[in-house]
């Protein structure tokens, strides 16, 4: 059974902190790494994919993949309000197209 | 453009009823899926298809059909509607390039099987 397991939370922060985000996954085959932001009632978005092992950055987010330890994770650099919402990670295993997703982690943002 | 467009928003159903959620888009994306998330918990695949004609099952097809006659459209079949279907339905879409496998979702169906 192929799994991506996140802490549920939530994890609370206070604004202009950095947040961190974990998830880990089974299978030594995965080879994309996703995170997506989904807002209460609304559809998900990505916000980061990452390929290979290290980080990747972008603005406010970097995504760090470790592939032999089988974990990946979100850092959301000076918190603000609006980053409060439910964070999903995804995983691709092989070459078809399906994703594993996390539960998501829930972040709560305090001003 | 438009995206993602998913007919209805909501809909409240009783059971043993059928209906069809719509799905459709306009980036002309080869890959389109149908997801549901129950409250807490993460997106499931029901359905994806990799062209038109094309179709296959994901995680939980029990209970759904789908049919892929164009590239833009992709609709699920809910046949015998039970509470366990009570669920927000996602249909996304992705290019077909490797290098790009960004999901763009719909806005979601909010459905009640009563």
């Known amino acids: 059974q192929k799994e991506v397991e996140q802490n549920s939370g939530p994890l609370s922060v206070p604004e202009g902190a950095i947040a961190s985000l974990n998830c880990t996954y089974s299978?030594?085959?995965?080879?994309?790494f996703f995170w997506y932001r989904q807002y209460s009632g609304k559809s998900p978005e990505l916000i980061m994919s990452?390929?290979s092992n290290g980080d990747k950055e972008d603005g406010r987010f970097t995504a760090q993949l470790n592939k032999a330890s089988q974990y990946v994770s979100l850092l959301i650099r000076d918190s603000q309000p609006s980053d409060s919402a439910t964070y999903l990670c995804?995983?691709?295993?092989?070459?078809?197209?399906?994703?594993?997703w996390g539960l998501g982690t829930s972040l709560a943002v305090n001003p | 453009n438009a995206g993602v467009t998913q007919t209805p928003k909501f809909r409240i159903l009783k059971i043993g009823q059928s209906m069809t959620l719509q799905c459709t888009q306009d980036?002309?994306?080869?890959?389109m899926y149908w997801y549901r998330q129950d409250p807490g918990m993460g997106l499931k695949l029901i359905y994806y298809?990799?062209?038109?004609?094309?179709?296959d099952k994901g995680e939980v097809p029990n209970g759904y059909n789908v049919s892929r006659s164009t590239t833009e459209d992709f609709p699920l079949r809910l046949e015998l509607a039970a509470p366990s279907q009570t669920s927000v339905y996602f249909c996304?879409?992705?290019?077909?390039?490797?290098?790009?496998?960004?999901?763009?979702f719909g806005s979601g169906t909010q459905l009640s099987v009563l």
């Open positions: 298809s990799v062209g038109a004609g094309i179709t």
């Open positions: 996304a879409s992705s290019s077909k390039r490797t290098t790009n496998e960004k999901l763009f």
């Open positions: 980036m002309n994306h080869n890959y």
């Open positions: 990452i390929y």
């Open positions: 995804a995983v691709r295993v092989g070459n078809n197209r399906k994703l594993i």
């Open positions: 299978d030594r085959g995965s080879q994309s």
